[in-house]
């Protein structure tokens, strides 16, 4: 493929909502963005990978100089970046704007007129083609990678702001093959599990730039046989880093798994239980019951893994009761950090489908399909229940309180220890749970504070009742 010196492609993440107890790994770049920047840097393109969030600032024109605009959107970033895409153009005539995500791969009509081309699905096969070539197409449809080692190790290089990242974002797989109601991965990667082969892998871990690594994959231990080989590998290498994954609760099924990750630098697994109801489980097809959510919560402990804990409010199953309870099963269970979400109807997905359906979608301004903010009508409670419930958890579960029982917790454990193994265990466990607790209460504290119009709003609709867009 021939050179394209001179042709300068920003690539783009447009910000998202900063009041999240997740915001710090909402700076971590989307791997998309980086495969796609990587294949046209070494095509010959200049190119820049911005990520809103990561820089803690808004784009300026000085940044959107450039021949190509690259847009990567999920939901609550598509307004932001179809404001980008206007800016962009009006700058940069004769330049071409390129949309691709998860969003414009569900609703490419909405992209189209921001946009001379949407990818839909996956963009890798595409995107030197068609930066370079352009398409008759407005709708270009992306295809799945079969080998996963085709894609190139990303290049964190061409990231702007890449030196603030503490952890470093890596990926193994795509697809999952599991089907939660509320959750577009396999509509958007398929419920066929393609994973990158172990050598490659390796090979990636040996080229991080940072000590602290994130595994992206949907579910890391989706074919436990495969995690094995991996962990192995991690162990005979001797890789010396410390890292955290998404799971289902399931693999505790395979304690010798569970203790090989552990052993191989796992510190920190993030499950999306969901919740302790077993009729909200069973009808988010979730295949699991609050009894498997308790025994992979006491394994994690048995191996010293802290657990971040999903939990969703809002389905059709839950009751009043929920936001009390759940809060108090985490505390009681302790439960190291927690992500209390309301139920949120991503297009694509088959929840998303039904509530359009039965008309129960309060609005599509997308910028608040972030699992913060209430954007359907509930069964059992009005929207505004349900937003302050979630709030009133969260605020219970990083009480003042619940802090201090850490700080005593981390005494109690460590006073049998040997000295010398007491800082590495307040380095990576007890001492960090209260951190992540004090910080999460300040974040948690600010969101109530930046949406008082919308929590306002939600206030003027009963439930069962239409209502108008908020302004």
Not at 312 to 319: H, K, P, Q, R, V
Not at 449 to 465: C, M, P, T, V
Request: proline share 5%; charged share 25%.
């Amino acid at each position: 493929m021939g050179k394209q010196m001179g042709k300068q492609v920003i690539i783009v993440e447009p910000r998202g909502v900063p009041a999240n107890v997740f915001a710090e790994y909402l700076r971590l770049p989307l791997m998309g963005t980086l495969y796609l920047g990587t294949i046209l840097k070494r095509a010959g393109y200049e190119v820049r990978v911005m990520n809103e969030n990561l820089l803690e600032r808004d784009l300026t024109m000085s940044d959107l100089k450039a021949d190509y605009l690259l847009l990567s959107l999920l939901t609550p970033t598509a307004e932001r970046g179809y404001e980008l895409a206007q800016k962009f153009r009006a700058l940069n005539p004769g330049s071409r704007v390129i949309i691709g995500g998860t969003h414009p791969s569900f609703l490419p009509e909405e992209a189209a007129p921001f946009a001379d081309n949407v990818v839909v699905g996956e963009g890798e096969g595409v995107i030197a083609d068609l930066v370079k070539y352009g398409s008759d197409q407005k709708i270009v449809k992306g295809s799945r990678i079969a080998n996963l080692d085709d894609v190139p190790i990303p290049d964190f290089s061409i990231l702007e702001g890449h030196r603030k990242l503490k952890i470093t974002p890596v990926i193994t797989s795509r697809g999952c093959p599991f089907d939660c109601n509320f959750c577009c991965v396999t509509e958007m990667f398929g419920r066929g599990y393609r994973a990158t082969s172990i050598p490659r892998v390796m090979e990636e871990l040996a080229q991080v730039p940072t000590r602290q690594v994130f595994f992206y994959d949907d579910n890391f231990t989706a074919n436990r046989k495969r995690a094995h080989a991996l962990v192995d590998q991690m162990i005979a290498s001797k890789v010396k880093l410390h890292w955290s994954a998404q799971v289902r609760a399931d693999v505790t099924q395979d304690p010798d798994l569970v203790a090989k990750m552990r052993q191989s630098g796992c510190n920190r697994v993030y499950i999306g239980f969901e919740s302790i109801n077993s009729e909200t489980l069973a009808a988010m097809k979730k295949k699991q019951t609050r009894e498997d959510v308790e025994k992979a919560i006491r394994i994690f402990h048995k191996h010293k893994i802290n657990i971040h804990g999903m939990f969703i409010f809002g389905s059709d199953e839950d009751t009043p009761k929920v936001f009390e309870e759940t809060s108090a099963f985490c505390r009681e269970n302790r439960i190291s950090s927690v992500q209390f979400m309301i139920l949120t109807p991503l297009p694509g997905t088959p929840l998303f489908k039904k509530l359009e359906q039965e008309n129960r979608l309060l609005h599509r301004m997308w910028s608040y399909y972030d699992g913060m903010h209430a954007v359907f009508q509930p069964r059992a409670v009005p929207p505004s229940e349900l937003q302050h419930g979630m709030l009133e958890a969260y605020e219970d579960f990083y009480s003042y309180l619940n802090i201090m029982n850490d700080g005593i917790n981390v005494f109690f454990e460590t006073a049998q220890e040997k000295a010398s193994s007491i800082f590495t265990r307040l380095s990576y466990n007890s001492l960090e749970s209260a951190v992540i607790k004090w910080k999460a209460r300040a974040i948690v504290r600010k969101f109530g504070g930046a949406n008082q119009e919308y929590l306002s709003y939600l206030k003027g609709i009963r439930l069962g009742k239409a209502s108008k867009s908020p302004a």
